[in-house]
C-alpha cells in the first residue's frame, strides 16, 4: 500500500469510544502512541500537536477534555500528558462510581435502580468542573466533536469547534459538555445548563444525556463535522484547499473493549425479559449494551467498507478488544482488582495481532501482513510527525 504523500493533505482525527470504567484501556493505548511521539518530536510533544480534531463520547469525552484543555500555568499547553490519563482514573473512578458490598448489594442495586440513577454523579461532576474550569469549548488547544442527546428535543447535540461561528450556543463551558456526554440513562443523572448572552439572558436551554445514545463511537461525527467546515469554508481553515475526499483522512479511532465474544445473551433468554430485566441484569443494563455496540460496530462497519473501497484502509487504525469477560466488561465496576486488570487487559491488547472486523460476521480478524496493535501505532506516529511537520513548513512558508 503507497504510503502517505502530500501529507500536508490529511486531515488527522482521533476517536474514543464511550465506556465508563473501561475508558483505563484507550488511557492504556494513549500513552504508548504519545511515547512514540515523544521519541520522535522530543518529550514536550502532546497528542494534541498532531489531530486535527479529537472526539469523544462519555468516558471518551472525558479524555478528549484531559487532552485539550489548555494549562494557563503552562504557556497554554495541554493540561493532561497522555500517560497521566490512568493514574487519573484509577484514583478519580472508584470515587465516581463507589460499590456497594455485602449479601445485599444486590437488592439495594435493584431498588436503586427502580428509583432514580444508581449514582448521583456528584464527585464525577465537581472533579471535572476542577479540572476545566471555565474553559470554553472555543478555547481548546485543537479541534473536539463532543456528542450528546437532547431528551426534550429527542435529537443529537453535537458539541463541535467547527460549529461555533454559525451556532454560538454551542460555545459552552467544557465541563457542561463533559457532564452531559456522561450521563449514562441508570447510571447518573440528566444534565440541565443554560448558555446565556453578555446581558445574562437565556438564549439556550440543553437538557441533555450520555451522548452514547447517539453515537457511542463518534469517528462519524467527527468527519461530519470536519467535511461540514470543508463545504462551509473551501479554502480551509489554514488556507490550504485540502478538498473534501474522504481518503484525505488519517484516523485512530480507539474502543473501550467489549464482551461480543462472550455471547452472554441469547434469543430464548432475553425473550423471556420484561422492562426491568432489560434495564437491570446481573448488574449489567442490556438494553444499553446493545445499544451502544450496535452503535460502536455500524461506526466501524461504515469506516472499512468507505475506505477500503477508496485503497485508504491503511489510513485508518481501528483498535477494539472484543474478549472482555464479566467484570472487565462492566462500565462502572470500580474495585481496586478490576480496574487494575483493566490497564493490564490495556498493555496485553498492545501486544496482540493487529485486527480488522470482517464485515459479514462482526468479528475482529487478524490481518495477514500486520503486526502487533504496538507496531501499527508506531507507523501511524511516523505519518502523525510527518504530517505535523509538513504543515508547519507549509504554514511558515506561507503556502
Not at 478519580?92 to 439495594?108: E, W
Not at 425479559?273 to 455496540?293: I, K, Q
Not at 469477560?325 to 495481532?353: M, R, Y
Request: a neutral charge; aromatic letters at 8%; hydrophobic letters at 35%.
Amino acid at each position: 500500500m503507497e504510503e502517505v504523500n502530500k501529507p500536508v493533505n490529511f486531515i488527522t482525527v482521533l476517536s474514543i469510544d464511550g465506556g465508563g470504567v473501561r475508558g483505563i484501556i484507550p488511557g492504556v493505548i494513549l500513552a504508548y502512541l504519545e511515547s512514540q511521539l515523544q521519541e520522535i518530536d522530543g518529550a514536550d510533544a502532546r497528542l494534541a500537536d498532531y489531530f486535527d480534531v479529537i472526539a469523544g463520547t462519555s468516558t471518551g469525552g472525558l479524555i478528549t477534555a484531559m487532552l485539550t484543555t489548555p494549562n494557563p500555568k503552562n504557556n497554554n499547553r495541554p493540561l493532561f500528558a497522555a500517560r497521566e490519563i490512568v493514574p487519573f482514573y484509577l484514583k478519580n473512578l472508584p470515587l465516581i462510581f463507589p460499590q456497594k458490598s455485602g449479601i445485599f448489594a444486590p437488592i439495594m442495586n435493584i431498588a436503586k435502580a427502580l428509583t432514580g440513577p444508581k449514582y448521583n454523579g456528584k464527585y464525577l461532576h465537581n472533579t471535572i468542573r476542577e479540572l476545566t474550569g471555565n474553559t470554553l469549548l472555543s478555547q481548546t488547544v485543537t479541534n473536539i466533536v463532543i456528542p450528546s442527546f437532547d431528551v426534550e428535543k429527542l435529537q443529537p447535540t453535537i458539541f463541535s469547534s467547527y460549529q461555533i461561528d454559525a451556532e454560538p450556543a454551542l460555545d459552552v463551558k467544557l465541563s457542561d459538555i463533559c457532564i452531559a456526554t456522561s450521563a449514562a440513562p441508570t447510571y447518573l443523572p440528566a444534565h440541565y445548563f443554560e448558555k446565556k448572552d453578555e446581558q445574562g439572558r437565556v438564549i439556550q436551554e440543553y437538557n441533555l444525556i450520555d451522548g452514547g445514545v447517539c453515537a457511542n463511537n463518534p469517528t462519524m461525527v467527527a468527519i461530519r463535522e470536519v467535511i461540514k467546515d470543508m463545504i462551509r469554508k473551501p479554502q480551509g481553515r489554514n488556507g490550504n484547499n485540502v478538498g473534501i475526499g474522504y481518503d484525505r483522512f488519517l484516523v485512530i479511532s480507539i474502543g473501550t473493549g467489549s464482551n461480543t465474544s462472550e455471547r452472554k445473551y441469547n434469543a430464548k433468554t432475553v425473550a423471556k425479559w420484561g422492562a426491568l430485566t432489560w434495564l437491570f441484569n446481573s448488574g449489567a443494563t442490556p438494553v444499553l449494551d446493545c445499544f451502544n455496540e450496535a452503535s460502536t460496530d455500524m461506526v466501524d462497519y461504515h469506516n472499512s467498507v468507505l475506505l477500503s473501497a477508496l485503497q485508504s484502509q491503511d489510513n485508518y487504525l481501528r483498535i477494539q478488544d472484543d474478549t472482555l469477560e464479566g467484570e472487565l466488561a462492566s462500565v462502572d465496576i470500580s474495585t481496586t482488582d478490576n480496574l487494575n486488570n483493566l490497564v493490564k487487559a490495556g498493555e496485553n491488547l498492545l501486544k496482540k495481532k493487529f485486527t480488522r472486523v470482517n464485515l459479514d460476521s462482526g468479528i475482529y480478524e487478524t490481518v495477514p501482513d500486520k503486526g502487533t496493535i504496538q507496531e501499527e501505532l508506531k507507523r501511524f506516529a511516523n505519518k502523525l510527525s510527518d504530517i505535523r511537520k509538513e504543515k508547519e513548513f507549509k504554514h511558515k512558508n506561507g503556502k
